[in-house]
């Protein structure tokens, strides 16, 4: 195995060995990708500031995130195809996650299916649920996800309509991969990734075919899943997802401080703040940069945690610095994912707890708990004077 020492060696061979089409639909945003660049581009604005002649022994990065105990508060995030990225590739990250101390949460649209997951892991994970126009398959997915033992429901609000993006577009993006001539002459120098697809027979969305009246193979699934995303969507509908669940639940894709608000007063355990990677609404701002006005917002009345760039140990730092209790990481693990399988997960996370140690204890802290703005170095435009 190559020798990886950051998040970029590992996505330099992950470019190499997964298809073109499942390398873009990770690496990509919606439209321009401008809010996809930034949200990686604007945590290099914020500094640390550095202490010294401070006793760093003892450290812990040891936290929780609502209530579950982790060896750091890094969550894996729930990313679509994650199968595709690498053969049983759900699998293989729930495993690595599950060993690290982190949790793992499985996306609706993965190529192995909740049962899958939970077959191969010992330990809950968490759901993340789309909701769908079909009510009675969105029940029926909540009640196998209860089945399973999943600790929690990530219940995902933004992405009622899907965003565009041009990549996938051009790639004629489908799992499995329609065989075209261009996507052959690809996988045709993609031989690794195609000797253990071959080893597998998880090939198509595991949560969706067998699962839903008339969908039974590919050819029908994906008209199926563009008209299945509720646009109708609401806070009435996300209050019924709550009790149906009746568990904790954690709520993706807030970006505004009203948002925040209202999914604290609705009682959920926590939110993420997140723009789905840059993947939606091309153009927001990035994750990182709206962090501090929603703490402002909700302050302690609800559990903070932040999606959206985090490509380092450093990064995880800023996050929870600025007030986050937890962070999740979807294409940092991808890239491990892609490039050495489970392996090469769990040596994602490895990198970003070594990053996160040591920048805390140069930082002159000791533990995690103990990150506060004391730790950083803002600029004063940081949270920008947008006018709303």
């Known amino acids: 195995m190559p020798v990886f020492t950051n998040i970029e060696d590992l996505k330099d061979t992950y470019r190499r060995r997964a298809p073109r089409m499942f390398y873009d639909y990770c690496e990509s945003g919606s439209w321009t990708e401008q809010t996809f660049r930034d949200n990686s581009s604007d945590f290099d604005d914020i500094r640390l500031r550095q202490r010294v002649a401070v ?5 812990s990065t040891a936290s929780q995130m609502i209530g579950q105990d982790v060896s750091m508060p890094v969550a894996l995030a729930p990313v679509g195809l994650t ?3 690498n053969a049983d590739g759900e699998i293989k990250a729930a495993k690595a996650a599950e060993a690290f ?3 793992f949460t499985l996306s609706t649209m993965s190529i192995c299916s909740i049962e899958d997951v939970a077959e191969h892991t010992t330990k809950p994970f968490w759901f993340q649920l789309y909701t769908m126009k079909d009510t009675d398959y969105t029940s029926r997915l909540i009640q ?4 399973a033992g999943c600790s929690a429901l990530v219940i995902t609000l933004d992405l009622q309509v899907l965003g565009q993006r041009h990549k996938d577009l051009k790639n004629g993006l489908s799992a499995p991969p329609k065989l075209t001539l261009s996507t052959m002459a690809n996988l045709a120098t993609k031989w690794r990734w195609g000797m253990e697809m071959l080893g597998t027979k998880r090939r198509e969305f595991g949560n969706i075919v ?3 009246d008339g969908i039974s193979d590919t050819s029908s699934l994906g008209a199926w899943t563009n008209e299945q995303f509720d646009p109708a969507l609401d806070w009435n509908k996300v209050a019924k997802l709550m009790e149906q669940w009746d568990g904790k639940v954690i709520l993706k894709g807030i970006l505004d401080a009203e948002d925040a608000k209202m999914a604290a ?3 959920a355990d926590a939110i993420v703040v997140s723009n789905h990677g840059g993947r939606q609404l091309d153009g927001a701002l990035s994750s990182i940069r709206v962090l501090p006005s929603i703490m402002d ?3 302690d009345d609800i559990e903070v945690h932040l999606d959206s760039g985090i490509r380092s140990g450093q990064d995880v730092l800023k996050a929870l610095a600025l007030g986050a209790k937890g962070t999740f990481i979807g294409r940092a693990f991808i890239y491990g994912l892609g490039a050495a399988g489970q392996a090469g997960v769990t040596t994602a996370l490895e990198i970003i707890h070594k990053e996160l140690d040591v920048s805390m204890a140069l930082c002159g802290e000791t533990n995690v708990a103990n990150l506060g703005r004391q730790n950083l170095l803002v600029p004063k435009d940081f949270e920008g004077n947008w006018q709303g």
Do not use: S, W
């Open 55 to 59: 006793d760093m022994t003892g450290r």
């Open 83 to 85: 199968g595709m990225q």
């Open 101 to 103: 101390g982190v949790p």
């Open 144 to 147: 196998r996800a209860k089945a």
């Open 210 to 212: 067998g699962h839903v």
């Open 265 to 267: 007063k609705l009682g």
């Open 297 to 299: 917002a909700v302050g």
